[in-house]
């Protein structure tokens, strides 16, 4: 094994610490997050190549044959939660802007490491692949009316340049996790998924840095305002995942409704942030920095 591959499969075991260290480099770092911001795009996507290519298609396929579950998991993570958010958030005086960027969230496709963080807390990972591919290849088509209508989000990009880019980012993403797959063949890629691990783990550790830059500075400046999104941001993941678990618990095995309220409460924000990074509203660039908290913190807390 060579020193580069054993460094991923440390880091690929060490993901818990680095999570947490990750999350508040950035905080306490500001010019450590100024260096890795250019970094977002690819350090979001790399999690998602990971996973199509560590992709267990047996598992997959032992999935596939009870596609109502996966498939209604993408209709609810796509379509169910926005609209359930945006009934509940009609009674409550928020900011539009900040009542906007939860329900935009909540209209994302689940975040495209959940495969990952499925396989850290023991959960179905299968299954979360299998919501995650297909609800993510919609997201083009999902996200941009979703986010300009029913949110009324301010993105300076029309509905259809959003979804062209998206789209170039997931095909973009498959097509290289396919080459890959195939230059490593059946047998390399089975001694090479620490390593991969570990490139998944760098992904997510890179991104939590970078997208705090400016954090520090608003936190600093507008300790209510950044106080209260965490509060917000806590609320929407953990609601969110409650929710589904509790519906599904009476139908589904625990390990199977966790699966889904996993994928159903982690949201992917930042796909939608790297694809609009040049037109990103200021309020933008501070939720989705927020909202890394619970995603890097609760699996530590779940795990």
Do not use: H, K
């Amino acid at each position: 094994m060579t020193p580069a591959a054993s460094a991923l499969g440390w880091i690929g075991r060490q993901s818990s610490p680095l999570f947490f260290v990750a999350v508040f480099a950035g905080v306490l770092l500001p010019p450590l997050a100024r260096l890795l911001q250019p970094l977002l795009l690819p350090a979001i996507l790399l999690p998602f190549v990971v996973a199509l290519v560590r992709l267990d298609l047996a598992a997959l396929g032992r999935q596939a044959r009870r596609p109502w579950l996966a498939l209604g998991l993408v209709l609810w993570s796509l379509v169910g939660c926005p609209f359930l958010v945006a009934l509940v958030l009609q009674s409550l005086p928020l900011d539009p802007d900040i009542a906007a960027l939860l329900v935009t969230t909540a209209a994302c496709a689940p975040l495209m490491a959940s495969g990952a963080l499925a396989l850290l807390l023991g959960l179905d990972v299968a299954l979360a692949l299998l919501v995650v591919v297909p609800a993510t290849a919609l997201v083009p088509f999902t996200v941009p009316p979703l986010a300009l209508g029913l949110a009324g989000i301010a993105i300076d990009l029309p509905a259809a340049a959003l979804a062209l880019r998206l789209a170039l980012m997931v095909l973009g993403s498959a097509a290289l996790a396919a080459l890959v797959r195939r230059w490593l063949g059946p047998e390399r890629l089975v001694t090479a998924r620490p390593g991969l691990d570990g490139l998944a783990v760098l992904g997510f550790v890179v991104f939590a840095v970078g997208v705090m830059d400016g954090f520090t500075m608003t936190a600093l400046a507008r300790p209510a305002l950044v106080g209260g999104i965490v509060v917000a941001v806590f609320a929407l993941n953990l609601g969110l995942q409650a929710i589904t678990v509790l519906a599904l618990l009476p139908f589904l095995p625990l390990r199977t409704a966790l699966t889904a309220g996993l994928v159903a409460g982690n949201n992917n924000l930042g796909l939608i942030l790297a694809a609009v990074i040049d037109t990103a509203p200021p309020a933008m660039l501070i939720f989705v920095a927020t909202a890394q908290f619970p995603i890097y913190l609760l699996p530590i807390v779940q795990r």
